[in-house]
């Protein structure tokens, strides 16, 4: 069937459960908690045998992200919040980068980035508990975002930015009707006060880590099962993944959808799930230098978030890949559990690593932003240090579009070369014929 | 099998003819020629039985534009240059627009604009006839896809723009590696220069319009292919297809995909092609009120280009519906055709109406450019007048990204408002809940 956004959805089938991942508590929907009631765990969700009994027999002929939909916490599919999200292209890049590489171009989202999977999911879960209203902190994609599914389900939004928020960033956001409050301070202050303020209040976060909001973190699952049957058609299976990594859920989604993909291989599973669900791959995350908690947390064997925040990175450290930049990632220690369950690696790279490699992904005819370029700048540091070997099978996540930073990018080209139109300049500009 | 890109590409199949439509003389690719080398006519395409008959098989399980490839003047369709374009979500209005209305959403193209099918194959064709390098004037949506598949092909690529064309729009350009040549004046100066520049050398020029370049013309066609299936997926048929016409040759390339469709109804069309095939919509017109030569032809039954010309709009006239500003639409011909054969309605727009436009897009979750709001504008005027009645299922095209023209959706919303954090601004922003 169809569903509003014209995608097509799988019809409602099964059930799913809300549970506690540390007391295995059954919660329920409502009254809404964003963590067990009980214990205060982080939330996930079981899918029952019908669901996950779909989801293998729609696998092969997936067109969107909704196909998928079995495995979302959604109860019914086809009245999804829904712009069209997710189905995002998979390209082979044609340069020497020092390995197979391909390109999974996040930035063909509605509003540019991989975080409108996150927020249809969030959305939509939140219009089938009967929210009339969000509010989300972020001035970034997070927060663009949920204003346009906001505006997309009829409900009102709430979207708090730090003090001296740019308006340029906030365009789009106002014109889908997001209403901006400006806090007295940084991404913390505010963070603390709308924790105040909604304390006791059943208030609907749409912040992208798992403890903000369980609901949004299964939407990264669906890149994972993208990536998995694209593979597939080729007839191949990534050895590595690379993900730009800020709050840490994305990769920890990718992981979390091959987890499910190798438990259903054995029951069941459609034509490509040899490809897709025996073979599983390693996450590699990219941080900014002055970003690099995983990359620590790695080397020297930390496990929680407490001997995360022991590092005290400073988040005043400027850096061009804005995207990522968190001292101690909100979903590390998921991040983490993937990067060591997979046999990956967390690396970091430069402000200027990452702009060179906005250029050299330009040149494959693909416009990310730095944050997003980060991932090919992180694959060229693992082929040249060997952890990725000529003959591995990279795809690397282009997270985000470089049309909503053009600052960066701009600042990066230095000027804007243009020569004078001439007989002589147009022949060498067009070269041989 | 697969291509390049990644997508599902058709196999290489049958056979076309380019072909002289004034004089029917069959042309060589190469030496190129854009018009036909004998009579100076416009070239287009013939596809062979063998191609025919393939298009309507793969037409149903159709993915992305490359699966009607067996309809595009591309030889061998594996070894395409696509960025994944094509294939964009048809979504289903929410708002109370006064008919049934679905948004073609072309903002989800690679470059942000349906532009990018047209270079896509454009770019493909000029590969396969040996180029190595293409020329384009232009300081919008044409520039910037001609920019990027030149990339992504490894072809050079000079892109001619007015004098005084502000850094900001060739940001992205300059990053594909596209060579900026300015031209000592106008659009008109600049073509005119280009011509004398070009004259007696085989360069290759990626215009969108037909007599510039026929290749790229094809590309159009694949939105009325997909619009035929995905509404057809939903049972249902367009009554009324909405263009924001510039150029024209998009309403042109529309309005023939939908005369090829009717033509291969008869010949072993799949299941979805009564709906798809028989019925034929009306084709309407949206042009910016300055701009408005296409409304004047319908009215006064003007039909060639000399007749237009007569008309003389001026080109400075500004507007915020910047991608629309032609006085005589280079494709003018061939959209007065699809407008007379289809029972169509031209329309122009004003500014504010655009603007208003694009706020009530946004409301449903869209941010297009003034350029494609100009659509729903011409949807409001023509149910507002009884042109379009209420039971009428409508297809507009939202043919551009709003992230590209920033400074207009900026001056449109005045200014950015923006609320201190409080307990009570919070609440009364979330709402209900």
Redesign the interface.
């Known amino acids: 069937v169809?569903g509003?956004?014209?995608?097509?959805l799988t019809p409602e089938v099964g059930r799913f459960e809300v549970r506690c991942e540390r007391c295995g508590r059954t919660v329920a929907r409502r009254p809404y908690a964003a963590l067990c009631p009980d214990c205060g765990g982080t939330l996930g969700f079981v899918y029952d045998e019908a669901r996950r009994r779909r989801f293998g027999a729609d696998f092969d002929a997936a067109?969107t992200m909704w196909d998928a939909a079995p495995l979302l916490p959604v109860a019914a599919p086809a009245r999804a919040v829904?712009?069209?999200e997710g189905?995002?292209?998979?390209?082979?890049a044609?340069a020497a980068w020092g390995c197979r590489l391909?390109l999974k171009?996040e930035t063909?989202n509605?509003?540019?980035s991989h975080k409108d999977r996150a927020l249809s999911v969030a959305i939509t879960c939140g219009r089938e508990m009967?929210?009339?209203?969000?509010?989300v902190i972020s001035a970034g994609s997070t927060g663009l975002s949920t204003a346009?599914?906001a505006?997309?389900a009829?409900?009102?939004?709430?979207v708090?930015?730090p003090a001296g928020t740019p308006?340029?960033r906030?365009?789009?956001v106002?014109?889908?009707?997001g209403?901006?409050?400006?806090?007295?301070g940084t991404f913390e202050t505010?963070l603390r006060?709308?924790e105040?303020?909604?304390r006791g209040?059943?208030?609907?976060l749409t912040s992208t880590y798992r403890r903000g909001n369980p609901y949004q973190a299964e939407g990264a699952k669906t890149i994972g099962y993208e990536i998995a049957r694209?593979m597939g058609?080729?007839g191949e299976s990534p050895d590595w993944i690379v993900v730009p990594t800020g709050g840490g859920g994305t990769a920890a989604g990718i992981w979390r959808a091959y987890e499910e993909m190798r438990a259903l291989a054995g029951a069941g599973w459609p034509a490509r799930a040899p490809a897709a669900g025996t073979r599983q791959p390693r996450i590699a995350t990219v941080q900014p230098a002055a970003y690099n908690a995983l990359e620590i947390a790695m080397r020297d064997g930390l496990q929680d978030e407490r001997a995360l925040y022991a590092l005290g990175i400073s988040e005043e450290t400027p850096t061009v890949q804005a995207k990522l930049q968190h001292g101690v990632p909100p979903d590390a220690v998921y991040a983490l559990e993937a990067l060591r369950a997979s046999g990956g690696v967390a690396v970091s790279v430069t402000d200027a690593a990452a702009l060179t490699a906005?250029?050299r992904l330009?040149?494959?005819?693909?416009?990310g932003e730095p944050s997003a370029a980060a991932a090919l700048a992180g694959v060229r540091l693992m082929v040249e240090t060997g952890v990725i070997k000529p003959a591995d099978r990279v795809v690397a996540l282009v997270t985000g579009?470089?049309?909503?930073e053009?600052a960066a990018?701009?600042h990066?080209?230095g000027?804007?070369?243009?020569?004078?139109?001439?007989?002589r300049?147009?022949?060498a500009?067009?070269?041989?014929?």
């Open positions: 169809s509003e956004g014209g995608a097509v067109r829904t712009l069209g189905g995002t292209p998979l390209l082979a044609s391909w171009d063909r509605p509003t540019g009967g929210f009339g209203g969000c509010v346009a599914y505006a997309r009829g409900m009102s939004c709430a708090v930015v308006d340029e906030l365009v789009p106002a014109l889908f009707g209403r901006i409050l400006e806090a007295p505010a006060l709308v105040g303020f909604t209040r059943e208030v609907y694209q058609e080729l906005q250029r330009a040149a494959e005819g693909l416009f579009s470089g049309f909503r053009m990018a701009r990066s080209l000027g804007i070369g243009r020569a004078p139109l001439t007989e300049s147009l022949v500009a067009v070269g041989g014929g």
